[in-house]
């Protein structure tokens, strides 16, 4: 089983090769399961490309963004990346 430093890293890895970012924090990270797989689950916040947005939805935006990578917990693999969205407070 690799460690969470481990799938952090590999997580981080994985959010500049499919985001283009290097800049990355960590929010949360937890052991779990993702289709009968062992991962371990990787929330990072990443700046959001505000440019993108037309300048009225500028104005709301959240500048970051938040992602869950999946590792699997025995091999390290990357399984898969989704959008997390934060708890509405």
């Known amino acids: 089983m690799i460690d969470a430093k ?3 890293t590999i997580a981080q890895q ?3 090769d499919w985001l283009g970012t290097a800049i990355s924090n960590l929010e949360e ?3 779990g ?3 009968d797989r062992d991962v371990w689950s990787i ?5 959001r490309d505000l440019t993108a947005l037309s300048p009225l ?3 709301g935006a959240e500048p970051l963004q938040y992602k869950r990578f999946l590792v699997d917990a025995q091999t390290g693999e990357f399984v898969a990346m989704k959008l997390r969205e934060p ?3």
């Open 43 to 47: 929330t990072l916040s990443v700046p």
């Open 14 to 16: 994985q959010a500049a």
């Open 6 to 8: 481990l799938a952090v």
């Open 33 to 35: 399961t993702y289709k």
């Open 57 to 59: 939805a500028q104005i």
């Open 87 to 89: 708890s509405p407070q």
């Open 29 to 31: 990270i937890e052991l």
